[in-house]
């Protein structure tokens, strides 16, 4: 997670560039920019509409390209790294066994939101059906992020009026607190289904 100045910087380069803040924001660094740019339509700044719109495109847009990496370098030396990481033979299992629910809540899943789409890429699940369920996980994770910010902006702004002295922890537990809530509710639909015995063919 981004310290508390990190996070205040990103705030005024959303204020400042808007939707193509957010858009970025949300294939590169994540939950941050996307709950700002709630913040920022709470504030009237910019349209909600617009915010959610420009977080879901982005996370959409840059998974199709590590997802694209992964399909067509996947003799490359980068993905070649990539596959040599402890983490990667989790995530091959997990998609191996679940491949649309994977493909769904892997952005959810601090850690795991870079090499996932790569793997899946290198994997033979269709491009056709990584675009769809990539899609609608896209806007899923858009509404959730976009939504907390602006139904908490009030309370941000107020938190930050009282507090102002301590404003980039409060910014900076926030953050933690739901990114925190959507990695447990992942990590656990994931656990849930993994550790059932596999079906005897």
């Not at 617009?50 to 030396?77: E, H, P």
């Not at 850690?111 to 033979?124: C, D, E, F, N, Q």
């Not at 992020?145 to 537990?173: D, K, Q, S, V, W």
């Amino acid at each position: 997670m981004a310290d508390g100045s990190r996070i205040l910087s990103i705030e005024a380069i959303v204020a400042r560039y808007g939707v193509a803040a957010i858009a970025l924001g949300a294939g590169l660094e994540g939950e941050t920019a996307v709950v700002t740019g709630g913040i920022l339509s709470h504030q009237g700044l910019i349209g909600w509409p617009a915010a959610f719109l420009a977080a879901a495109i982005g996370s959409f847009l840059a998974d199709q390209v590590f997802f694209t990496i992964g399909r067509r370098a996947r003799d490359g030396r980068w993905v070649g790294k990539l596959s040599k990481r402890r983490v990667y033979a989790r995530v091959t299992r997990l998609m191996e066994r679940y491949p649309v629910g994977f493909i769904f809540v892997f952005r959810f899943l601090y850690g795991l939101r870079t090499i996932s789409p790569v793997a899946l890429g290198t994997s033979h699940v269709s491009t056709r059906l990584f675009v769809a369920v990539n899609a609608a996980s896209a806007l899923c994770w858009a509404a959730i992020f976009t939504g907390i910010g602006y139904l908490f902006g009030e309370a941000f702004h107020e938190l930050a009026a009282r507090y102002r002295p301590t404003l980039p922890h409060i910014l900076m537990a926030a953050g933690l607190v739901m990114v925190a809530a959507a990695i447990g509710w992942g990590v656990r639909a994931l656990w849930l289904r993994y550790r059932e015995p596999d079906e005897q063919t």
